[in-house]
């Protein structure tokens, strides 16, 4: 039980009808959750509107209501509070119910297109080896140190995210490494956390579906840092365009890494290989068992990460050797018949990229590289035609097919990549809408030593069409196929 006053603090509040001075079971902005004496804050969002649901969340036992605007009807014995901004509201608000927990761990946030979910994984696997007790809140999964919660968003809302720091500071988690999305930013989840550090990786074409423009998605990002505190530091990619955009106006201790650039961190591919890489970091080599050049950048942020927070560099690169890919990244298996399956979350076009020059510089060229991949539904429509010219561009043969078509046509969305396909190209496509199919198709076509590079869903075990989840695992179903037809 809490005292809504207290839970108030900080909220930028302009107007009270009622007291504040009661005490409240819980906070929520799902009318459906609200029981006895809850709070419900009202939160204008893209598909609905809270305050279409305030009545509702008062009959279902509703104390209190936090609003941007007082309803026409005043129930009474409610207390109704107008705010600023419903959203900055529940940050605050779930921060100051939950004990603020954020205050009381190690939080490191990354952000940007790519690789954040590589970059949290690896920093909670390598702080794990290191023997401490750890975090981790990613698209993936959910750590508290070593018990697992399923995730449902890269950045979850402000009330999951409280209630699990939380349970971190209450089992003595030390450091917890975070995924900041551009949503979480822009709907202020992230706004009351006390952050000690934020990575930027890289920026590139994506949710222009939730953006209006580019420069409104890279502005989304530059806030995370511009909101970091001077004890904070902000470790920017500085051979992405946008890196020094992300430091202009933190007053966090500013820092870089690169491949290219000169910067604070930096390294060299010195060997890329199916087995590993072998880089150079700051004049020390190491070798790693991840692959491709996108990941020498993950490395490197991480090794970045690990100094600043206090570990020796020796330590640091001797833990980076250690360290096994992320479940959906750059995930591979070979088959009886030499066959690579690589099953990769790419679902951008510059993650797509990376991940095709990366297999194009591994391989001879005296094989094929088979490539499987779709486009979600209900998302980013300019990307599609995008993704298609890059998969048929960079790849023997491309197969167009479904990913998640949500609510959308599956046909419609492989039309709208099939655009992008350069003439040139044409003959080196096919159109299978069928993913199982267009999978089993990829393997009836390799032959040994060959290459299939299935992208799109990575790490995810469903397909989400009209609604609905279906169970499916581009990993198990490839290696099924390939079982069975005896390669």
């Known amino acids: 039980m809490s005292i809504l006053k207290d839970i108030l603090y900080k909220v930028a509040i302009e107007a009270v009808k009622g007291s504040t001075d009661i005490t409240i079971s819980k906070i929520d902005f799902d009318s459906r959750k609200i029981e006895a004496n809850d709070v419900f804050v009202a939160i204008r969002g893209s598909i609905s509107d809270g305050h279409d649901f305030i009545e509702k969340a008062i009959l279902q036992g509703a104390v209190a209501v936090i609003c941007d605007t007082f309803p026409e009807n005043i129930g009474k014995g409610i207390t109704y509070v107008q705010v600023k901004d419903t959203n900055s509201a529940l940050a605050f608000m779930a921060a100051n119910y939950f004990g603020d927990p954020s205050q009381s761990l190690k939080l490191v946030g990354i952000t940007g297109t790519n690789g954040k979910t590589t970059i949290a994984s690896l920093l909670y696997q390598l702080f794990k080896k290191a023997g401490f007790?750890?975090?981790?809140?990613?698209?993936?999964?959910?750590?508290?140190?070593?018990?697992?919660?399923?995730?449902?968003?890269?950045?979850?809302?402000?009330?999951?995210?409280?209630?699990?720091?939380?349970?971190m500071v209450e089992n003595e988690v030390?450091?917890?490494?975070?995924e900041v999305s551009s949503h979480g930013i822009h709907q202020k989840r992230t706004e009351a956390l006390h952050f000690v550090g934020g990575i930027f990786t890289n920026l590139s074409h994506d949710h222009l579906d939730y953006h209006p423009t580019f420069a409104e998605y890279r502005d989304v990002k530059k806030s995370f840092f511009d909101n970091l505190p001077k004890t904070a530091f902000a470790l920017s990619n500085i051979d992405d365009k946008n890196g020094q955009v992300m430091l202009q106006n933190t007053v966090a201790k500013k820092l870089t890494y690169a491949l290219k650039s000169y910067a604070?961190?930096?390294?060299?591919?010195?060997?890329?290989?199916?087995?590993?890489?072998?880089?150079?970091?700051?004049?020390?080599?190491?070798?790693?068992?991840?692959i491709g050049t996108f990941n020498a950048y993950n490395l490197l942020a991480i090794y970045g990460t690990a100094i600043e927070l206090g570990m020796e560099s020796l330590e640091v690169l001797r833990l980076l050797s250690d360290l096994v890919s992320v479940s959906g990244r750059f995930q591979f298996i070979v088959s009886a018949s030499n066959i690579t399956a690589?099953?990769?979350?790419?679902?951008?076009?510059?993650?797509?990229?990376?991940?095709?020059k990366t297999i194009n510089d591994i391989r001879t060229k005296n094989e094929q590289l088979i490539t499987v991949v779709g486009c979600g539904g209900n998302r980013d429509k300019t990307k599609r035609p995008i993704m298609a010219g890059i998969a048929s561009d960079l790849s023997d043969k491309a197969i167009f097919t479904s990913d998640n078509p949500r609510n959308e046509d599956p046909e419609v969305i492989i039309a709208e990549m099939e655009v992008g396909v350069a003439p040139q190209n044409?003959?080196?496509?096919?159109?299978?809408?069928?993913?199982?199919?267009?999978?089993?198709?990829?393997?009836?076509?390799?032959?040994?030593?060959?290459?299939?590079?299935?992208?799109?869903?990575?790490?995810?075990?469903?397909?989400?069409?009209?609604?609905?989840?279906?169970?499916?695992?581009?990993?198990?179903?490839?290696?099924?196929?390939l079982a069975q037809l005896g390669k």
Request: charged share 25%.
């Open 174 to 178: 030390e450091y917890c490494f975070m």
């Open 426 to 481: 044409y003959k080196k496509t096919l159109t299978i809408t069928d993913r199982k199919q267009a999978i089993k198709t990829a393997c009836q076509l390799a032959q040994p030593n060959d290459i299939i590079l299935i992208a799109g869903k990575g790490h995810e075990t469903y397909q989400e069409i009209n609604g609905v989840r279906h169970d499916f695992d581009d990993m198990k179903i490839v290696k099924e196929i």
């Open 342 to 356: 690589i099953v990769d979350y790419a679902h951008t076009p510059d993650a797509l990229e990376n991940v095709l």
């Open 264 to 290: 604070d961190y930096k390294a060299q591919i010195l060997e890329n290989q199916l087995s590993g890489l072998l880089l150079k970091i700051n004049g020390n080599e190491v070798w790693v068992k991840l």
């Open 133 to 167: 007790k750890v975090g981790l809140l990613s698209t993936v999964k959910i750590m508290v140190d070593e018990v697992e919660y399923k995730a449902t968003h890269t950045t979850p809302d402000s009330i999951t995210i409280n209630h699990f720091l939380k349970e």
